[in-house]
């Protein structure tokens, strides 16, 4: 069996990497807000989640090794 995650993201996970997004990353955030306020459909909403749990997913570990939140 493959290793790999699922291509579905939950709504825990966007909620985290929202959280992440305000506290270390406003610039992520900005565009995940950008993204989903600028087009009502489901699907660029899905589409800005999915991108934006990508980065917090990708980024999580360096948090442990002391990076400085982007302000």
Same mark, same amino acid.
């Given at each position: 069996?493959?290793?790999? %995650? *699922?291509? @579905?993201?939950? @709504?825990?996970? =966007? &909620?985290?990497?929202?959280?992440?997004?305000?506290?270390?990353? %406003?610039? +992520?955030?900005?565009?995940? &807000?950008?993204? =989903?306020? *600028?087009?009502? $459909?489901?699907?660029? /909403? &899905? %589409?800005?989640?999915? +991108?934006? =749990?990508?980065?917090?997913?990708? /980024? %999580?570990?360096?948090?442990?090794?002391? $990076?400085?939140? +982007?302000?």
């Amino acid at each position: 069996m493959d290793e790999t %995650r *699922s291509v @579905r993201v939950t @709504r825990a996970d =966007v &909620r985290e990497a929202l959280m992440w997004a305000l506290e270390r990353d %406003r610039a +992520a955030l900005l565009a995940h &807000r950008a993204a =989903v306020h *600028s087009n009502k $459909s489901d699907l660029t /909403r &899905r %589409r800005a989640d999915k +991108a934006l =749990v990508e980065q917090w997913r990708a /980024r %999580r570990p360096d948090t442990e090794q002391g $990076s400085a939140p +982007a302000e």
